[in-house]
C-alpha cells in the first residue's frame, strides 16, 4: 500500500516542478504575462484542491466507514463549489479570460 508521506511527496513535488517549469519559461519571455498568470492561478487552484482533498482524506482514513464516507463525499463537495466560487472570483476580478 501506498503510505501518506509518499502521496505527499509526489503532490508536492509536482506542484513545485510545475511552478519551477513555469517560473523559466516566463524568466525567457517566451509566454505572454497573461498566459503566465493563467497558468500559475489555474496550476494554484489545482494544488489547493489537492492539498484540501488529501486532507479530507487523511481526516477519513481512521474512521469509521459512516464518517469515511461522510469526509469523503462531503469534501468532494465542498472542494467542487469551493473550486466554482474561486473560478468565477478569478474570471471575474482578476480579467484572465483575454486570451
Known sequence: MISAKNILFFGISIG???LIV??????NE?????LI??????????Y???????G???WGINRSDSKFLVSLYGGLLLRLSLLLILL???LV???INEI
Open 88 to 90: 468565477v472570483v478569478v
Open 56 to 58: 479530507f482524506l487523511f
Open 16 to 18: 513545485l516542478l510545475s
Open 48 to 54: 489547493f484542491n489537492f492539498l484540501l482533498g488529501l
Open 37 to 46: 498568470k493563467s497558468i500559475l492561478i489555474g496550476n494554484l487552484l489545482a
Open 22 to 27: 513555469l517560473s523559466i519559461l516566463a524568466l
Open 93 to 95: 476580478f482578476l480579467e
Open 30 to 34: 517566451s509566454l505572454d504575462q497573461i
